[in-house]
C-alpha cells in the first residue's frame, strides 16, 4: 500500500463531493436527500483508482487492497468533516447548521454541530467500508492469486 497513492486518492474523492455539495446547495437544491447519493459515485471512483494503481504496481492480496481502499474513503471522510465544521461555522455556525440538518436522513430535533459530525462520521465510515468490500468482489481474483494451479507442475496422464 502506498500511502500517496491513499492520500491523494482520498483528496480527490473530498474535492469532487466538496464541489458537488457546493453546486447543489448555489443551486438550491440543497435538501434533496437522494441527490446526496451521487456522492457514492465520487467515492467509488477514488477507491477503484486506488485498487487499480495497487494492481498496476503488482501490490497483491484481497486484504491489503481491502484497507487501502477503506483508507482512502476515510481520508475523503476525515477531511470532509473538518471542511464542514468550517464550512457551517463560515455560514453562521448553528442557524446554518439547523436548517440544514433538517433535510438529512437522520435529522430531526436540534443536532449540535458535534452531533452532526457523528453522524456524518458514522454513515461516511459505513459508506467506505461497504463500498470497498463491493469493489473488491470485481477486483478479487485480479489481486488474490488462491487455488490457482500450475498446469506445468499439475500434468494429469
Given at each position: 500500500m502506498k500511502i500517496s497513492r491513499v492520500l491523494i486518492n482520498g483528496l480527490i474523492i473530498f474535492a469532487?463531493?466538496?464541489a458537488f455539495f457546493l453546486l447543489m446547495e448555489a443551486a438550491g437544491l440543497k435538501d434533496q436527500v437522494y441527490l446526496r447519493l451521487v456522492n457514492f459515485i465520487f467515492v467509488i471512483y477514488?477507491?477503484?483508482r486506488t485498487?487499480?494503481?495497487n494492481y498496476k504496481d503488482h501490490i497483491d492480496g484481497y486484504f491489503a487492497n481491502?484497507?487501502?481502499g477503506i483508507l482512502t474513503a476515510m481520508v475523503s471522510l476525515v477531511v470532509g468533516i473538518f471542511a464542514f465544521m468550517a464550512y457551517v461555522e463560515y455560514r453562521g455556525g448553528a442557524a446554518y447548521l439547523h436548517t440544514f440538518a433538517k433535510s438529512y436522513i437522520f435529522g430531526?430535533?436540534?443536532p449540535s454541530i458535534n452531533d452532526f459530525c457523528?453522524?456524518?462520521g458514522v454513515e461516511g465510515t459505513a459508506a467506505s467500508?461497504?463500498?470497498s468490500f463491493a469493489l473488491m468482489q470485481y477486483w478479487k481474483d485480479k489481486v488474490e492469486k488462491i487455488n490457482k494451479v500450475?498446469?506445468?507442475?499439475?500434468?494429469h496422464n
Amino acid at each position: 500500500m502506498k500511502i500517496s497513492r491513499v492520500l491523494i486518492n482520498g483528496l480527490i474523492i473530498f474535492a469532487c463531493i466538496a464541489a458537488f455539495f457546493l453546486l447543489m446547495e448555489a443551486a438550491g437544491l440543497k435538501d434533496q436527500v437522494y441527490l446526496r447519493l451521487v456522492n457514492f459515485i465520487f467515492v467509488i471512483y477514488g477507491i477503484n483508482r486506488t485498487i487499480s494503481a495497487n494492481y498496476k504496481d503488482h501490490i497483491d492480496g484481497y486484504f491489503a487492497n481491502l484497507i487501502s481502499g477503506i483508507l482512502t474513503a476515510m481520508v475523503s471522510l476525515v477531511v470532509g468533516i473538518f471542511a464542514f465544521m468550517a464550512y457551517v461555522e463560515y455560514r453562521g455556525g448553528a442557524a446554518y447548521l439547523h436548517t440544514f440538518a433538517k433535510s438529512y436522513i437522520f435529522g430531526g430535533g436540534e443536532p449540535s454541530i458535534n452531533d452532526f459530525c457523528i453522524a456524518l462520521g458514522v454513515e461516511g465510515t459505513a459508506a467506505s467500508v461497504i463500498v470497498s468490500f463491493a469493489l473488491m468482489q470485481y477486483w478479487k481474483d485480479k489481486v488474490e492469486k488462491i487455488n490457482k494451479v500450475d498446469d506445468v507442475n499439475h500434468v494429469h496422464n
